[in-house]
């Protein structure tokens, strides 16, 4: 799986070379939002941009109407918060993009249950990474309760929970946990390639949460690049949006197509 997927990029980047990545060097062309660099094939462009960037799913809007400026990857309406090349012609790499959270908390002494399911990446150039190596891991913080990753069929693949002390407090509700001790306690995590060969990439995934009936207790549930659950500010069961990591310049969707990549 991975061998062909090496070969396939390495496919690409000889394509790439063979005839010349088509780059506008055009003032309507923009590679910057910001604070963020937004290198070729990804681009910001007027909506009829063609050359900004390689094909529309790699358009990028730099939302200025907040204090600093913000990407958006259009098409799916991520926040990007950096994209990052490699290979030699830096035709395929990583895209961290900001995906909320899903939380719930128990209230009036009723257990509570939370359903969310991601963007469907299927047929674009990017794809879930699943490596925990430089990938992502699927993480939950909360006292009681459980938390569930699914797969893009629905199926259950992997889940956690985590406990506190045995004198929980209400104030369990609002927990925080040091990023680099997310192991059982307040906080739990899954390596998604430990439990499935095949979630090196996903094209979307869905995420459940639920607490008991012990009321004030709230659970979050959330992939997140495995580099910002190690390192960081501590994360709160309250936490909103986390850094995701997508791979781009997926490549056998392009075999089929010859539409994606550049
Ligand atoms: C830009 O950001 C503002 C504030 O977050 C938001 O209300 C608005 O919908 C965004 N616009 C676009 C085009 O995403
Ligand atoms: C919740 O349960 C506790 C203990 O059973 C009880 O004292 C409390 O009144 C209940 N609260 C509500 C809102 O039902
Ligand atoms: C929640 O609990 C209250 C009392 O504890 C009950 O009246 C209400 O029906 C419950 N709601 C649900 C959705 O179970
Ligand atoms: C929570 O649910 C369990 C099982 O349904 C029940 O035995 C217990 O009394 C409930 N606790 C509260 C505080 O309602
Ligand atoms: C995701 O998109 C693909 C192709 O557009 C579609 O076939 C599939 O049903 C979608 N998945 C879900 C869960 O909607
Ligand atoms: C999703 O998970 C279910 C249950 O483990 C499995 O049967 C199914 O093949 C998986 N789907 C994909 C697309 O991996």
Redesign the pocket.
């Known amino acids: 799986m991975l061998n062909l997927y090496t070969l396939l990029v390495s496919i690409i980047i000889l394509c790439c070379s063979w005839k010349p990545c088509q780059q506008r060097q055009d003032t309507d062309c923009l590679h910057r939002c910001g604070s963020i660099n937004i290198p070729y094939p990804f681009g910001i462009g007027p909506p009829d941009g063609k050359g900004c960037y390689s094909n529309p799913k790699f358009a990028v809007s730099c939302n200025s109407s907040t204090p600093s400026p913000i990407p958006v990857l259009s098409k799916f309406n991520l926040e990007i918060l950096e994209i990052q090349r490699s290979g030699r012609k830096g035709s395929w790499g990583s895209l961290i993009v900001k995906i909320p959270t899903l939380s719930t908390c128990s209230?009036?002494?009723?257990s509570t249950e939370a359903k969310w399911m991601s963007n469907n990446l299927t047929d674009s150039p990017f794809r879930f990474a699943g490596d925990a190596v430089d990938g992502n891991v699927f993480a939950s913080v909360g006292c009681d309760g459980h938390a569930v990753f699914y797969n893009e069929t629905g199926g259950m693949i992997a889940g956690c929970t985590s406990v506190c002390s045995p004198d929980n407090s209400p104030s369990a509700g609002a927990v925080t946990v040091s990023r680099s001790k997310c192991y059982g306690y307040r906080c739990c995590q899954v390596q998604l390639t430990s439990v499935h060969k095949h979630f090196m990439e996903l094209k979307q995934y869905g995420i459940s949460v639920g607490t008991t009936n012990t009321s004030g207790f709230c659970r979050t549930a959330f992939l997140i690049g495995k580099k910002y659950l190690e390192a960081g500010p501590p994360l709160a069961s309250g936490i909103t949006a986390v850094p995701v990591v997508l791979k781009w310049g997926y490549a056998p969707t392009w075999f089929r197509k010859h539409a994606y990549l550049i």
């Open positions: 209230r009036n002494n009723n």
